[in-house]
Antibody, heavy 117, light 111 residues
Framework: QVQLVQSGAEVKEPGASVKVSCKTSGYTFNTYAVAWVRQAPGQGLEWMGWISGYNGNTNYAQKFQGRISMTRDTSTSTSYMELKSLRSDDTAVYYC??????????WGQGTLVKVSS | QSALTQPPSASGSPGQSVTISCTGTTSDVGASSYVSWYQHHPDKAPRLLIYELNKRPSGVPDRFSASKSGNTASLTVSGLQADDEADYYCTSYAPSYNLVVFGGGTKLTVL
């Protein structure tokens, strides 16, 4: 069965970087893109961007341009999302999802990233 | 790219139907067949209810249906049940930007 398993919770200081992993299984990794979505406390879901499983091409939401990097490791079927220069308003649960027809049928369990001094 | 517009809240009694709207622009909802709807319970991953305007993944009951007219998409939940109480989000692919935009979310309360 399709599974996406994310790395554990992180606590970071302002200005630091965080890298969240999303290990996939149950399907051919390079046939689907992976999207990243986050939800800050009390806020709605927010699209961050996606990375192609086929060639690693990326597309980021304008809000995160210059601070975000999505990569993948085809040997381990894992996608990564790195966010730099963290601020307190980056505190959120970060989700990865397998992208199909521009929708997410399968999701990771979420990773809480807390930014605090 | 601005978020799609959803009503912040909606409500209905068990057994009733409720419709949630999602208004975008000619750059997203109006230009795309890739409109999706999600149900999100607190502390759980979002659940895909509808993709490609009106298709349901396997396992999603036909109580959930959706449509689109112009720049506005709609989700209808029929035969409301207590477990339907959750946040609902629409998304649309925006072809000009090659990305997806979310709605602000609608909190559905089952009275």
């Amino acid at each position: 069965q399709v599974q996406l398993v994310q790395s554990g919770a992180e606590v970071k200081e302002p200005g630091a970087s965080v890298k969240v992993s999303c290990k996939t299984s149950g399907y051919t990794f390079n046939t689907y893109a992976v999207a990243w979505v986050r939800q800050a406390p009390g806020q709605g879901l927010e699209w961050m961007g996606w990375i192609s499983g086929y060639n690693g091409n990326t597309n980021y939401a304008q809000k995160f341009q210059g601070r975000i990097s999505m990569t993948r490791d085809t040997s381990t079927s894992t996608s990564y999302m790195e966010l730099k220069s963290l601020r307190s308003d980056d505190t959120a649960v970060y989700y990865c999802a397998r992208l199909e027809f521009w929708s997410g049928r399968y999701w990771g369990q979420g990773t809480l990233v807390k930014v605090s001094s | 790219q601005s978020a799609l517009t959803q009503p912040p809240s909606a409500s209905g009694s068990p057994g009733q139907s409720v419709t949630i709207s999602c208004t975008g622009t000619t750059s997203d909802v109006g230009a795309s067949s890739y409109v999706s709807w999600y149900q999100h319970h607190p502390d759980k991953a979002p659940r895909l209810l509808i993709y490609e305007l009106n298709k349901r993944p396997s396992g999603v009951p036909d109580r959930f249906s959706a449509s689109k007219s112009g720049n506005t998409a709609s989700l209808t939940v029929s035969g409301l049940q207590a477990d339907d109480e959750a946040d609902y989000y629409c998304t649309s692919y925006a072809p000009s930007y090659n990305l997806v935009v979310f709605g602000g979310g609608t909190k559905l309360t089952v009275l």
